[in-house]
């Protein structure tokens, strides 16, 4: 079940699942969720169904007594995915896009979401997986969705790596957070600032710090345990952010590294590099 706040991405979120091959339903009455899932009828894929305030006979105690139901009398697997988004970029894509909150047709914008966010809050408490979009364009948005929901064979953990620039904020999809501040900072060396971590002379800079094989051995030993415990649990997705000042130098060197260490280790990555994919500097 997708749900969550207006705004946040349900459509889209919905449509990335049929892409990934799941049957998607949005604003299915609650009532008609029993006689839709049946287990070995019906339906052959996977199924997505969307609800939210619009959807009729909506109500928290009923969305969550339709999960219970379906868990324990239909023994299904039955998780909640919740959406989220920051109320000033709610307001500002009903804006955009001229939409009309569904709660704020005699009030204003703001307060509607307000409402809106008090009436979903124990659905938000009770999600298996809440997924913030407030800084996640589409493209970023789909990943993440790939990453927990895709459906091509027994994925296995996908481990995500990833660098950022900390004045540009903190991840929000992150599970775990490591801070490179505390390396040599190769853009105060003129030959280096123009480069990234990418490049080979920023990466043996990045290397030849002191500190740099500690944390390295460091980082290493945490994750070896980590990993095949977080698959053990049933994690499908798993994102390991490494930031710096800038989100160019140190980082990206360092999440290049990583990526690499897992990889040859048997582990499926995928690798990005928030700021240079954004063109930051």
Not at 39 to 47: A, C, D, N, Q
Not at 69 to 83: K, P, T
Not at 118 to 127: D, G, M
């Given at each position: 079940?997708?749900?969550?706040?207006?705004?946040?991405?349900?459509?889209?979120?919905?449509?990335?699942?049929?892409?990934?091959?799941?049957?998607?339903?949005?604003?299915?009455p609650l009532?008609l969720?029993?006689?839709?899932?049946?287990?070995?009828?019906?339906?052959?894929?996977?199924?997505?169904?969307?609800?939210?305030?619009?959807?009729?006979?909506?109500?928290?105690?009923?969305v969550?007594?339709?999960?219970d139901?379906?868990?324990?009398?239909?023994?299904?697997?039955?998780?909640?995915?919740?959406?989220d988004?920051?109320?000033?970029?709610?307001?500002?894509?009903?804006t955009e896009?001229?939409r009309?909150?569904?709660l704020?047709?005699?009030?204003?914008?703001?307060?509607?979401?307000?409402?809106?966010r008090?009436?979903?809050?124990?659905?938000?408490?009770?999600?298996d997986?809440?997924?913030?979009?407030?800084s996640?364009?589409?493209?970023?948005?789909?990943?993440?969705?790939?990453?927990?929901?895709?459906?091509?064979?027994?994925?296995?953990?996908?481990?995500?790596?990833?660098?950022?620039?900390?004045?540009n904020?903190?991840?929000?999809?992150?599970?775990?957070?490591?801070?490179?501040?505390?390396?040599?900072?190769?853009?105060?060396?003129?030959?280096?600032?123009?480069?990234?971590?990418?490049?080979?002379?920023?990466?043996?800079?990045?290397?030849?710090?002191?500190?740099?094989?500690?944390?390295?051995?460091s980082?290493?030993h945490?994750?070896e345990p980590?990993?095949?415990?977080?698959?053990?649990?049933?994690?499908?997705?798993?994102?390991?952010?490494?930031?710096?000042?800038?989100?160019?130098?140190?980082?990206?060197?360092?999440?290049?590294?990583?990526?690499?260490?897992?990889?040859?280790?048997?582990?499926?990555?995928?690798?990005?590099?928030?700021?240079l994919?954004?063109?930051?500097?």
């Open positions: 079940m997708v749900t969550g706040m207006s705004g946040a991405g349900k459509t889209l979120a919905l449509k990335a699942l049929e892409d990934l091959g799941w049957e998607a339903v949005d604003n299915l009532s969720v029993g006689s839709l899932v049946r287990p070995g009828e019906g339906v052959p894929r996977p199924l997505a169904i969307g609800v939210d305030i619009r959807t009729r006979d909506f109500g928290v105690e009923s969550l007594a339709a999960i139901r379906l868990m324990a009398e239909r023994g299904l697997d039955v998780r909640l995915l919740f959406l988004c920051d109320d000033d970029v709610l307001c500002r894509r009903f896009t001229r009309r909150h569904p704020a047709a005699d009030r204003p914008l703001l307060d509607g979401i307000h409402h809106e008090t009436l979903v809050s124990p659905l938000r408490a009770r999600a997986l809440l997924i913030d979009t407030t996640q364009p589409p493209g970023e948005f789909k990943r993440v969705l790939t990453g927990h929901f895709g459906l091509e064979g027994d994925r296995g953990l996908v481990v995500f790596v990833t660098s950022f620039a900390y004045r904020g903190l991840p929000r999809e992150a599970d775990l957070v490591l801070d490179a501040r505390f390396l040599a900072n190769p853009h105060y060396v003129a030959e280096l600032k123009p480069l990234t971590g990418k490049d080979q002379a920023v990466a043996d800079y990045v290397a030849a710090d002191p500190a740099f094989a500690n944390f390295m051995d980082v290493t945490l994750l980590l990993l095949p415990r977080f698959a053990a649990e049933g994690k499908s997705y798993l994102t390991i952010a490494f930031g710096c000042t800038g989100g160019r130098h140190r980082s990206v060197a360092i999440a290049e590294r990583i990526a690499g260490w897992l990889r040859e280790h048997g582990s499926r990555v995928e690798l990005r590099h928030r700021e994919d954004e063109g930051g500097s």
